[in-house]
Nanobody, 125 residues
């Protein structure tokens, strides 16, 4: 089990950028696949991006490909989500999540056991 704390959310104009961070506790962070999800008001939580335990493989939902980049620093127990060219439809609470030795291609929220508290991202038009 890992404890996760997100930061970096905020208000940005259309076309702007934000970088989210997710700090994890525990000495086995490098064994976890990490995912980013988001939830807009009135909608289900949806997959955004994932990165493998070693950081080699990544996967994105189609709507963010080419705009968002997920990365990690296992020495710092931190995963990042760089978000560029933001759109109003990216407005949501963003969550990071962890899966122990999981597959990055499983997009189901139920596949992730550990979650952060979320950070709000608001993109104004």
């Amino acid at each position: 089990q890992v404890q996760l704390v997100e930061s970096g959310g905020g208000l940005v104009q259309t076309g702007g950028s934000l970088r989210l961070s997710c700090a994890a506790s525990g000495r086995t962070f490098s064994s976890y696949t990490m995912g980013w999800f988001r939830q807009a008001p009135g909608k289900d939580r949806e997959f955004v991006a994932a990165i493998s335990a070693g950081g080699i493989n990544t996967y994105y939902t189609d709507s963010v490909k080419g705009r968002f980049t997920v990365s990690r620093d296992n020495a710092k127990n931190t995963v990042y989500l760089q978000m560029n060219s933001l759109k109003p439809e990216d407005t949501a609470v963003y969550y990071c999540a962890a899966r122990f030795r999981g597959n990055i291609y499983n997009l189901d929220v139920r596949a992730y056991a550990d979650w952060g508290q979320g950070t709000q991202v608001t993109v104004s038009s």
